[in-house]
């Protein structure tokens, strides 16, 4: 039977990745993930249940997910990088601060097929919210490879962009299944078409090729993802619990449209991205603001310090506006919000807001979003920020977004 081996077993990693595999079918499912309480569940129970919606019907499908094999990445390191080995496809599903580790795991992997002798060619589906994440791996990658095992990975491994980009959020309740996760109903997977396997190779069907899949991540990361954590920021600021409820906010809805608007003209400028039409805008504000999508605010915000870094969501938009003479303010008074809340459960909030009161708002700002301060686009990034901040603060829009 074909082998998936898919690393990290969360919302993207069982959700969409493991889900699309299962029913495919075919698939010798393999979950790995660093969270031994997690791989505990995932063995015992022996099955989770995904929930897709149409989010402008409602319309609900179910799939029960089982027979798959669960592996601990530390406990278990050694069967898994002998699953990783023995594997056709491997997906890659997760944060950025694991890329390294991870790697790390892929080169060890090439290794051991190295010497194995192994010939069978294996695709890497990268999987993850980040810009040049092909590069960032290979990089990653090669610089632990040396000599023959560099010769292997060059022949027989390949690094796929995907864009996992499935909605999906953890369910309040969802009967007796603790590991249920439900989303949207996306079922197909936009993948780089570079495969390096025999001509007749069976392509999974959910697979979409594109020639280049790393300008749709730009668009999601930069666009999509721009708008959707705009409106988390001055959510979590006004003390909203949901997307649907800050979307639903007239002014809230137009500053991030604007930003949006802001990052894809941007886009359009430098890759030939078309502007969204009115009809694309009128359905991205309907999903948004639908019932059958109960996104929480506090998993839309979570590690902002990420969000908010200098390649990422907000800024690496605004660069490219600046680039091509576009005043980035909707983008980064977007940003400022995620400095003006605070969240006991979330650890980077809190960190933000010690590093602003113990180094000052510029400072904060500069170390947060890692900016090199000598450079003049930096310094206008820095300072607009700030200025937002002080805006926000003053109170000039907390009775405007204050929660109805």
């Not at 749709?216 to 666009?223: A, F, G, L, T």
């Not at 997307?243 to 941007?266: C, D, T, V």
């Not at 680039?323 to 979330?346: Q, R, T, V, W």
């Not at 206008?380 to 907390?398: H, N």
Request: aromatic residues 10%; negative net charge.
């Amino acid at each position: 039977m074909r082998r998936v081996v898919i690393i990290g077993s969360g919302r993207t990693g069982r959700g969409m990745f493991g889900e699309m595999f299962y029913l495919e079918g075919g698939f010798d499912l393999v979950f790995a993930d660093i969270d031994s309480e997690l791989i505990g569940a995932l063995r015992e129970q022996g099955y989770y249940t995904v929930e897709k919606k149409n989010l402008l019907t409602g319309k609900v499908a179910k799939t029960r997910v089982d027979k798959f094999h669960a592996i601990d990445v530390k406990r278990d390191h050694e069967e898994y990088i002998d699953f990783l080995v023995k594997s056709e496809l491997v997906a890659t599903a997760v944060f950025p601060e694991s890329f390294d580790v991870v790697a790390s795991d892929l080169a060890e992997m090439v290794s051991l097929r190295t010497s194995r002798n192994v010939v069978e060619p294996v695709a890497v589906l990268l999987g993850g919210n980040y810009v040049g994440l092909k590069a960032r791996f290979d990089m990653a990658i090669t610089t632990r490879l040396a000599g023959s095992e560099r010769d292997y990975y060059d022949k027989y491994v390949t690094l796929i962009t995907t864009k996992a980009n499935r909605k999906v959020v953890y369910p309040v309740a969802f009967g007796e299944d603790a590991l249920a996760l439900t989303g949207d109903d996306k079922s197909v997977l936009q993948v780089d078409d570079a495969f390096r396997f025999e001509p007749g190779w069976g392509m999974p069907k959910f697979f979409e090729p594109v020639e280049s899949c790393e300008l749709s991540m730009i668009k999601k990361i930069w666009n999509e993802n721009l708008l959707h954590c705009s409106l988390g920021f001055m959510g979590a600021y006004a003390g909203y619990e949901t997307i649907g409820q800050i979307a639903s906010n007239r002014r809230a809805w137009e500053l991030a449209k604007y930003a949006w608007l802001e990052g894809r003209r941007a886009l359009e400028l430098e890759y030939g991205m078309p502007m969204p039409s009115e009809s694309e805008i009128r359905e991205t504000f309907n999903k948004f603001t639908s019932p059958y999508l109960s996104d929480s605010i506090s998993r839309i915000v979570r590690q902002p310090i990420r969000k908010l870094q200098s390649n990422d969501r907000f800024l690496g938009p605004a660069f490219l506006c600046m680039k091509h003479g576009i005043n980035p303010y909707f983008i980064l008074h977007a940003a400022s919000y995620g400095f003006c809340y605070m969240d006991e459960n979330e650890p980077q909030s809190m960190q933000i807001a010690d590093a602003v009161r113990k180094d000052g708002i510029e400072s904060a700002v500069a170390t947060v979003c890692g900016l090199d301060v000598r450079d003049e686009q930096s310094r206008f990034a820095r300072d607009m920020i700030v200025a937002g901040i002080r805006e926000i603060t003053a109170g000039d829009s907390e009775v405007i977004m204050q929660v109805a």
